[in-house]
C-alpha cells in the first residue's frame, strides 16, 4: 500500500476545500425566482395555481313581518283646508295599499378571483323584493323574497418539492483484457438545487507496464438535458 503515501496531507487539504467551496456554492444558487406556497407548515413550489368561482343560485322567503308600536312620534299639528272631502280621506286612511321596493345585493371580490371562464365575477350577487302593506298610515305587514347567489371559491394548488443539495458517493472501475482491472477509484457527486452535478474522485491506476499502482485525482462536471419538451 505504498501508493498511498503519495497522497500528501497537501492533497487531501486541497480536496476538503474543493468539496467545501462546491457544498457553499450550491447553497448559494439563486432561487429567488422560485414561487413557493406552504402547504401544512411546509413550503413546497408552486407549479400552478388556479382560482375558480361557482355560484349556486338561493332563494329564500322571510316570514312576514308585523311591525309592533314602540315609541310614539311626537305630532306635529297641520292646518286643515276648509274645502275638503272627508269621507274619501276617512276611505283613503283605512284602505290597505301594497308598496313594492328592490335591494340589490352586492360584493367587491378581491383581486386574482376568477369564475370558471377566467373572468372577474360581476359584484352583483343577487336582489331582494320588499312588499309593504300599509293601512291607516302604518306598516300592517312586510313580506322580503331574496334571490341571490352563493359564491363558493375553489383555490387549486399544483406543487412539487422543493430542490435541495444532494451528495452521493460511489465507486468507479475500469476494466480490460490484458490487464483486467485498468483502475478503481471512490467518487462523490454534489447535485445541486439547478440540476448541476460536480464530481471529484480518489482512485488509483493499475499500470501493467511498470507493474505498480499510480494514483489519481479525477474531477467533473455534469449538466441535465432536457429530452422533452417544457409543459
Do not use: H
Request: net charge neutral.
Amino acid at each position: 500500500m505504498s501508493w498511498l503515501r503519495k497522497f500528501d496531507l497537501k492533497t487531501i487539504l486541497i480536496m476538503a476545500l474543493c468539496v467545501v467551496l462546491l457544498m457553499r456554492g450550491c447553497d448559494n444558487e439563486d432561487t429567488k425566482d422560485i414561487e413557493t406556497v406552504e402547504v401544512a407548515g411546509k413550503d413546497y413550489e408552486l407549479i400552478k395555481q388556479t382560482i375558480d368561482t361557482v355560484f349556486v343560485t338561493k332563494e329564500v322567503k322571510v316570514p312576514t313581518y308585523i311591525p309592533k308600536y314602540i315609541t310614539k312620534v311626537e305630532t306635529v299639528e297641520v292646518q286643515i283646508p276648509i274645502d275638503i272631502d272627508t269621507l274619501a280621506i276617512v276611505e283613503k286612511y283605512f284602505s290597505t295599499y301594497q308598496v313594492k321596493d328592490t335591494l340589490n345585493l352586492s360584493y367587491e371580490f378581491p383581486k386574482g378571483v376568477t369564475d370558471s371562464l377566467g373572468n372577474k365575477p360581476s359584484p352583483n350577487l343577487g336582489f331582494g323584493i320588499i312588499t309593504d302593506n300599509i293601512s291607516q298610515n302604518s306598516i300592517i305587514s312586510r313580506d322580503v323574497d331574496w334571490t341571490f347567489q352563493i359564491p363558493t371559491i375553489y383555490n387549486t394548488s399544483i406543487v412539487k418539492e422543493l430542490p435541495k443539495t444532494q451528495l452521493y458517493w460511489g465507486l468507479n472501475g475500469g476494466f480490460n483484457r490484458e490487464d483486467v482491472i485498468t483502475n478503481i477509484s471512490g467518487s462523490l457527486l454534489l447535485k445541486t438545487k439547478k440540476d448541476k452535478i460536480f464530481q471529484l474522485g480518489l482512485g488509483v491506476q493499475n499500470n501493467s507496464n511498470i507493474q505498480q499502482l499510480s494514483p489519481y485525482i479525477s474531477a467533473g462536471m455534469y449538466w441535465k438535458l432536457s429530452l422533452g419538451k417544457k409543459k
